[in-house]
């Protein structure tokens, strides 16, 4: 199957559900096609493509379509049922890059100290302990569990320095979905997650969401933390050579450290999972 | 605390504020309006703290401003006592120089600012015109601070910084954030560029997301021959 093909089969995110600030008819695109989101007077919507109907559901405060006339079905995230979490779209950020760029550097940890300084990282704590990456064969996702790494501020929360524990999961190829440590509670922890609208293979518009346990920070706060750190992100992957996400293992030289981007792109390779990617070493050239 | 800040960190007028009382060493209360995406700071609630539905916001017990070129002026004259940041009333020329690059940060905030949020949250612009604007306003201030350079002036408006230097910094050096192959990267502008340098050099600079610190180096990153040479 090729990428494309492949990637009409997933759902992706495209607005945030009931954002009064929509207007009644709001143009975007996927997979490099145009499409069009209507909201009606009722509240509910519909997307249209080139006078074709493309299916919608709402799931975790977004809207989500997909070209599929038989999709796969959207991946479950079980905390999104806890009714005492506070659930935090956090808007959308375009990028110029891959989507599955977006994804990778949401998975690296190893950058947090020199991109994030003084809040996800700070020198000279820049190790990488050993951690544990695998599929989940039944979901078909990749895990990667036993993530730990000394954070100033891990949330919004936080007052003082952590040790902060992260499991990874990438339930679909533009999706990736984080469990941290909550600064203020034990028992329970944080999710934050990076949903990505393909725009083409080389543009993405990113959702990211939250669904804390956090009854202190205002939400404006809460959703400011998210945006900065993206934010400091963005500037870095736009300028990545080369833009596509490198399949082939002669391209570039991963470490111990990268295990989890490692394990992402050969599960892509193995899922056909290529919109956005770049397959061939000779390709570097064109960058 | 000397003031409230009503914030939004990605803002690069927010940013501007944010940097000088940092430089100044000027304690504040900073409150976080959320810009995007529910565009809080025109709710009803904002509004009635300021009318003018923009951030930044500075609040004192006797005055609202909605402007940063104010709120520049104002941090200056009551926080600065090297009179370096606004010249001393006896130089008008220099008052004037001030001014008049103060008033050219608000063309950087026309143009490359409204490039930038329609690159990060696609706010609709003309988005053609105000690219060549951009890309106008970034030659203006290339060929100035070329000029200055032959003089030994490493600032908009002569040998040290003033506020003129703070309110046009933040978009200049965002001007990445629009993304490449609009002619607005850094890399055409070396006068710009040196300019960038001074400015992250002052003491208490600080960063926003788009606007890195110059890397420093750690004690254990300097080769001890170079650190021997550096002493002899």
């Given at each position: 199957m090729n990428p494309i093909e492949r990637a009409k089969q997933d759902w992706y995110p495209i607005a945030i559900v009931n954002?009064?600030?929509?207007?009644?008819f709001y143009a975007t695109r996927v997979l490099g096609r145009d499409i069009v989101l209507e909201t009606k007077m009722d509240g509910s919507v519909s997307v249209l493509s080139d006078g074709e109907h493309w299916k919608t559901i709402e799931a975790y405060d977004h809207i989500w379509t997909t070209?599929?006339?038989?999709?796969r079905p959207l991946f479950s995230i079980?905390?999104?049922?806890?009714?005492d979490r506070r659930f935090v779209p956090c808007g959308v950020v375009h990028v110029r890059c891959s989507p599955l760029r977006a994804v990778e550097n949401f998975l690296d940890i190893a950058h947090f100290p020199f991109v994030h300084t003084d809040i996800l990282g700070s020198e000279p704590h820049t190790e990488v302990v050993p951690y544990k990456v695998d599929i989940d064969e039944t979901k078909d996702e990749v895990i990667a569990t036993q993530v730990k790494f000394f954070q100033p501020?891990?949330?919004?929360?936080?007052n003082e320095g952590i040790v902060t524990e992260y499991t990874y999961r990438?339930?679909?190829?533009?999706n990736a979905i984080l469990y941290k440590t909550c600064p203020t509670r034990d028992d329970v922890q944080d999710v934050i997650t990076l949903f990505v609208q393909p725009l083409d293979e080389d543009n993405c518009a990113v959702w990211p969401w939250m669904a804390l346990y956090d009854e202190e920070s205002s939400m404006a706060d809460m959703v400011e933390f998210q945006q900065l750190i993206f934010l400091q992100d963005r500037n870095i992957l736009e300028n990545q050579i080369p833009k596509r996400l490198p399949i082939?293992?002669?391209m570039e030289i991963p470490t111990r450290a990268d295990l989890t981007s490692v394990a992402y792109r050969r599960w892509l390779k193995k899922n056909g999972a290529l919109y956005g990617a770049l397959t061939h070493a000779v390709d570097q050239r064109a960058g | 605390m000397e003031f409230t800040l009503y914030d939004y960190a990605l803002s690069g007028n927010c940013y501007k504020i944010r940097l000088f009382a940092s430089i100044l060493g000027v304690d504040y209360e900073k409150i976080s309006v959320?810009?995007?995406?529910?565009?809080?700071?025109?709710s009803e609630a904002m509004l009635q703290v300021s009318?003018?539905?923009?951030?930044?916001i500075l609040k004192t017990d006797e005055m609202v401003l909605s402007e940063t070129q104010a709120m520049l002026f104002w941090m200056a004259k009551k926080?600065?006592?090297?009179?370096?940041w606004w010249p001393k009333d006896d130089n008008p020329v220099a008052q004037a120089f001030v001014l008049q690059w103060l008033g050219f940060s608000g063309d950087l905030t026309a143009t490359i600012g409204q490039a930038r949020l329609n690159s990060l949250?696609?706010?609709?612009?003309?988005k053609d015109k105000i690219i060549k604007a951009s890309v106008v306003a970034l030659r203006r201030l290339e060929a100035h601070l070329t000029e200055q350079s032959f003089e030994q002036k490493k600032f908009l408006a002569g040998v040290s910084p003033t506020i003129a230097d703070l309110a046009c910094f933040p978009y200049v050096a965002l001007s990445g954030d629009v993304g490449?192959?609009?002619?607005?990267?850094?890399?055409?502008?070396p006068a710009i560029r040196n300019w960038i340098y001074e400015i992250k050099s002052l003491p208490g600079f600080i960063a926003m997301p788009g606007i890195f610190e110059m890397h420093q180096l750690k004690d254990h990153e300097i080769d001890p021959a170079e650190r021997f040479r550096a002493k002899g």
């Open positions: 954002d009064p600030r929509r207007p009644k070209p599929s006339e038989n999709p079980p905390e999104a049922s806890e009714r501020q891990a949330a919004k929360s936080a990438v339930p679909s190829p533009m082939d293992p002669k | 959320e810009f995007h995406p529910s565009a809080d700071h025109k009318p003018a539905g923009t951030l930044p926080f600065d006592r090297s009179g370096m949250f696609q706010t609709p612009i003309d490449a192959g609009f002619g607005l990267e850094h890399d055409n502008y």
